[in-house]
C-alpha cells in the first residue's frame, strides 16, 4: 500500500506561484510513476503531469505546458509540482497520484493511489 500526502496548496493572485508537495510512504518502491491530477468544480479530473519514478522522464497536459513543471526527489520519497505564471483557470483541487503499472499515469484509470487533495484558487 501506497500513502500520498500532499501540502502547498493556497490562495494566489493571478500571475503568481506556487509548490505543491507530494510525500509517499509505504511501498514506495512500487510505483513507477507519479504525477498530479486536478478537478475543477463541475469537471472531471484531468492530467496535469506526470514523472517517471525511475528515469525523470516528464509529461504535461497541453494547457500548462512551459507553466508547470514536475520534478521528484528520491531520496525523499517526494514529488513536486512547482506552478508559475498561475492563471484563474487553474483554480481546482490538485491531487497526488501513483501508478504501479509500466506506464506513464495520464488517465484516472493509469492510477493505483491518490492523495487526499490540496485547493489551489487563483484570484483575478
Known amino acids: 500500500q501506497v500513502h500520498l500526502v500532499e501540502s502547498g496548496g493556497g490562495l494566489v493572485q493571478a500571475g503568481g506561484s506556487l509548490r505543491l508537495s507530494c510525500a509517499s510512504s509505504g511501498r514506495t518502491f512500487s510505483s513507477t510513476s507519479m504525477g498530479w491530477f486536478r478537478q475543477a468544480p463541475g469537471k472531471e479530473r484531468e492530467v496535469v503531469g506526470a514523472?517517471?519514478?525511475?528515469?525523470?522522464?516528464?509529461y504535461y497536459t497541453n494547457s500548462i505546458r512551459g507553466r508547470f513543471t514536475v520534478s521528484r526527489d528520491i531520496s525523499k520519497n517526494t514529488v513536486y509540482l512547482q506552478m508559475d505564471s498561475l492563471e484563474p483557470e487553474d483554480t481546482a483541487v490538485y491531487y497526488c497520484?501513483?501508478?504501479?503499472?509500466?506506464?506513464?499515469?495520464?488517465?484516472?484509470?493509469?492510477?493505483?493511489?491518490w492523495g487526499q487533495g490540496t485547493q489551489v484558487t487563483v484570484s483575478s
Open positions: 497520484a501513483a501508478g504501479e503499472r509500466e506506464i506513464m499515469i495520464l488517465t484516472t484509470r493509469d492510477v493505483d493511489y
Open positions: 514523472i517517471n519514478w525511475s528515469t525523470g522522464a516528464t
